[in-house]
């Protein structure tokens, strides 16, 4: 029997033509002309084998095997991204594979406002951050130094708008905080808490008292001469926002705290401003910077005494006097 060998050579030719369109349409065609979007997650840790999977049986690519072949011909197996993204049966594997590799992911904007504790912070992202401690980064962040190592990160999560992925680990997470933290405090404050012999802790928990009490940026530059200058004479702070604090509350009505003062006041923690002298042990929440700078730049003044009525109006007096009669008339 003689094998001919010019049929086999033009019938493997053919073959392995049909076998390179068939893969060069997988690749490059996409799988429909459906343009919807869908929602697609690559997690951390997924390989990309697992990533080609999921591909599939989210109906957004013909077979794996054409998203496996090509990761691998291409060296872009290591490089995908964690995170979210945006994909449609429309795209070819390699559209796909080339928004994986480049991060193309879906910007999620979350913003903190002024003033959110880190309870409230995590609610907001859905995720838990309070196992990250000041230990974890002090390296990376000098202003840091300060602070406890073991202290949590609530006052230096910098209030603002921020956009993620959905990939990032919670140490990313806070690493973006930090560093925006990092950038807002200039040289010219850092060099004035040096001057005054304060520290940046010192700064920011005095920031997230004063952040609480008043809204006002001339009344929080006063605020904050009253209690330093309260602290200087070894005078309690007697702050209602520490209280609020230490009670998990995000505010107690004027009347509520009136009822309840005895037994709040009574309360055995040096977050109890009332009872201990100094500043609390740590920041109440995350302040933002006119009340950093408010607490690095106090404004003198011959007033002790301050309270906030509910429309936001904050009132002065120089004497406890002076203070209960204005509480009379302006608190109902």
Known sequence: MTVDFKKVSILA???????????????????????EKKLFSVKKGDSAFEVGKNLEEE?????????????????????????????SPSFSVKEIV???????????????PEGFRLSQIEERLGTSLSDLRV????????????????????GFLFPDTYYFSGGETNRQIVDKFLRNFDKQLKPDLREEIKKQGK???????????????????????????????RLESRMPLQVDAS???????????????????GRIKGIDSPYNTYRYLGLPPGPICNPGLESIKAAVYPKESRYWY???????????????????????????
């Open 243 to 261: 209280l609020n604090y230490l009670l998990g509350k995000k505010k107690l009505g004027f009347d509520q705290m009136r009822k309840e003062i």
């Open 199 to 229: 520290t940046i802790f010192e700064i920011v928990i005095m920031a997230s008292l004063i952040e609480k009490e008043v809204r006002d940026y001339n009344d929080k530059a006063l605020v904050s001469g009253i209690l330093w200058k």
């Open 135 to 154: 230990k974890d980064f002090k390296k990376e962040f000098s202003f840091l130094e300060s602070a406890p190592d073991n202290a949590s990160l609530e």
């Open 13 to 35: 030719g053919g073959i392995l033509f049909l076998l390179l369109l068939f893969f060069w349409q997988g690749i490059f065609l996409p799988k429909d002309g459906a343009e």
């Open 306 to 332: 301050y309270f906030s009525s509910s429309d936001g109006k904050t009132f002065f007096s120089r004497t406890l006097f002076e203070h209960n009669l204005k509480k009379a008339k302006y608190l109902h």
């Open 98 to 112: 080339q928004k994986i590799t480049r991060g193309q992911t879906i910007k999620i904007k979350i913003t903190i």
């Open 59 to 87: 109906k957004l690519i013909k077979s794996r095997i054409f998203f496996d072949l090509y990761v691998v011909l291409t060296n872009k197996a290591e490089k995908l991204k964690a995170g979210n993204y945006y994909l």
